[in-house]
């Protein structure tokens, strides 16, 4: 390709509203372009990415046995009706009517569409295991698009779900997409770890997530060193802290007033965070309950919302507050309370604790659990901190961010009995196949590679999803012999099959080359000053060395570095 025939707007300013690298270097290397918040176009560099990615993806999917096929993504609106999830899934869908007025939405997932196609194509056992997949758009009307493709409104999923007779033959399934995908993600050049994930709505029993390590992660992810536990904070098991041993102490009401924060009532209290135990009230669907864990931890909603089997949790409204304690937040306490009291298992150890009177402007001090309150249920409701003892090993658990690439999920038959989906077994008997479902992002994959393969001149793309193979380029194009003699060299690697951008433009060189270390091309062969004696300049985009060579070597380097690494 010649670069002054192409679409490359490259961009030398930082667009404002990009904050974090790879959006940054998706705009200025003029892969895409924002149409609307969380909505993007892919100009010609950043769709060639993006089909890389993609067969990548498709060709591990195919060596695992799993059949491609493409769903529509305007689909009616009855499909989810019957699973139920068209009520569950509010503003996130985009639903919309056709000229009939008839219900349809643009789709976020599929689980109903491909479960309704093996409904009416899958009618024995000798027909199963079957794992159907598709790369294809989807639509989720997200509250906060952020950070460019990381979290759009429109995006590529490749998105399976596995068909089996029993537990077992999803078990198989299960872990021949655990294998594509470690090999698909592998040869992205993704660094990545897999961690134990909450499967949320899904339900099932069980998920993992491709988690990239990266400080701009949206998730967070525990893990152990020593026996190498990870799982997604959300899930991460906790294991409560020892208490120290003390005789109980009366209990006494201070009057407390005038303090907001934890830090200033035990600062007031002349005490530790450790030592007060807060009680926070949340609505879980249509009723509220008291969740206490200790003043230094957080409440993990994920957890409390899956052992209440809710649909939605959220802390409770000041009003809700005053409503159930009598008092102002901040006061809230288990002592006389209505509602049901949800306890951390670190509460258990706590002893001669603070918590607050139910009363404004007021706490007890010397709280002991089984005196002056009995918990309705006890259970692992805090989110893993840094530091934590694993559950697994007693080792040290640590924490960091990771963008999540890929999530698959040990469904169950949630589907296919909502939608009634059977097959008959080898004794004629109608049985519900078991599911599992495997997602990836890809436009996530594009950004997570630039995320980490790039350096403050732009993007260093890995040779396997690199949108051009080898650029070359000639500084200065006023000299014919230059010119032809990167034409040549142009030509010969196309010859050679190799995917080459040749930078022709009448620019500067420092254009030249600024553009072309943005970019990220792999490898780069210049053509200058001593051509005249034979010799180009040989440069790969992740070293800083520059070679010298005589032509033939050129190319032969370059052919010899792109076999090697595509
Ligand atoms: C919706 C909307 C948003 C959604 C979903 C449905 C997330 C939804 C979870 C999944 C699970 C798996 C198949 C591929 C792997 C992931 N957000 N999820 O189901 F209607 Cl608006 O998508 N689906």
């Given at each position: 390709m010649k670069l002054s025939k192409y679409l490359l707007p490259t961009l030398r300013e930082v667009p404002?509203?990009?904050?974090i690298t790879s959006h940054q270097l998706m705009l200025r290397a003029a892969l895409m372009r924002k149409l609307a918040s969380g909505v993007y176009s892919f100009l010609p560099m950043g769709l060639k990415t993006l089909r890389k990615v993609e067969a990548i993806i498709r060709e591990e999917m195919n060596n695992e046995d799993a059949i491609e096929l493409l769903m529509s993504a305007l689909l009616p609106a009855e499909s989810y009706m019957a699973s139920g999830r068209w009520d569950v899934f509010g503003s996130e869908m985009f639903r919309l009517k056709d000229r009939s007025n008839r219900d349809f939405c643009l789709g976020p997932t599929h689980e109903e569409i491909f479960t309704e196609t093996v409904k009416n194509t899958v009618k024995s056992?000798?027909?199963?295991?079957m794992t159907i997949y598709q790369i294809q758009t989807k639509y989720r009307d997200e509250r906060r698009p952020r950070f460019g493709v990381m979290r759009s409104r429109e995006f590529i999923m490749k998105d399976a779900y596995s068909f089996d007779k029993d537990q077992a033959g999803l078990d198989a399934s299960y872990e021949k997409m655990y294998r594509a995908y470690k090999k698909a993600f592998d040869r992205m050049g993704l660094d990545y770890i897999v961690v134990d994930a909450d499967s949320g709505a899904m339900g099932g029993s069980g998920s993992q997530e491709f988690m990239v390590k990266s400080d701009i992660g949206e998730d967070t992810i525990a893990y152990c060193e020593k026996c190498g536990y990870s799982a997604n904070s959300e899930k991460a098991a906790c294991i409560p802290e020892k208490g120290s041993d003390e005789p109980m102490r009366d209990i006494e009401k201070l009057h407390t007033p005038n303090v907001g924060t934890i830090d200033e009532l035990v600062s007031s209290l002349n005490t530790s965070a450790k030592n007060f135990a807060k009680t926070l009230i949340y609505r879980a669907d249509d009723k509220f309950v008291a969740v206490m864990v200790r003043g230094d931890r957080d409440v993990n909603e994920t957890k409390l919302t899956n052992y209440l089997g809710a649909i939605e949790v959220e802390l409770a409204a000041a009003s809700d507050v005053m409503e159930i304690?009598?008092?102002?937040?901040?006061?809230?306490?288990?002592?006389?309370?209505e509602v049901e009291v949800i306890a951390d298992n670190e509460i258990m150890e706590m002893h001669n604790f603070v918590v607050g009177?139910?009363?404004?402007?007021y706490h007890f001090i010397n709280v002991n659990v089984g005196r002056d309150f009995t918990p309705d249920h006890v259970g692992d409701f805090r989110t893993v901190c840094e530091g934590d003892v694993c559950h697994k090993c007693g080792g040290k658990i640590s924490i960091c961010q990771g963008i999540e690439v890929g999530h698959i999920f040990k469904l169950g038959t949630k589907y296919t009995e909502a939608l009634d989906c059977t097959f008959l077994d080898e004794d004629g008997k109608p049985q519900v196949p078991i599911m599992g479902c495997y997602g990836i992002g890809v436009n996530r994959c594009v950004a997570a590679i630039i995320e980490q393969h790039s350096d403050e001149k732009g993007i260093i793309w890995p040779m396997s999803v690199a949108p051009f193979e080898v650029i070359v380029v000639v500084p200065?194009?006023?000299d014919e012999a230059q010119k032809n003699g990167g034409e040549m060299i142009y030509n010969e690697l196309k010859k050679l099959g190799i995917d080459v951008l040749y930078d022709d433009r009448n620019e500067r060189a420092g254009v030249k080359f600024n553009d072309a270390d943005l970019i990220g091309i792999p490898v780069r062969i210049t053509v200058g000053k001593k051509f005249g004696e034979g010799i180009v300049e040989f440069k790969e985009r992740k070293s800083d060395e520059i070679l010298e060579m005589s032509i033939e070597d050129a190319i032969n380097k370059a052919k010899e570095i792109v076999e090697r690494e595509r």
């Open positions: 404002a509203e990009a904050e056992y000798k027909q199963l295991p304690t009598k008092a102002n937040v901040g006061f809230a306490g288990p002592i006389g309370l009177a139910n009363e404004t402007d200065n194009m006023k």
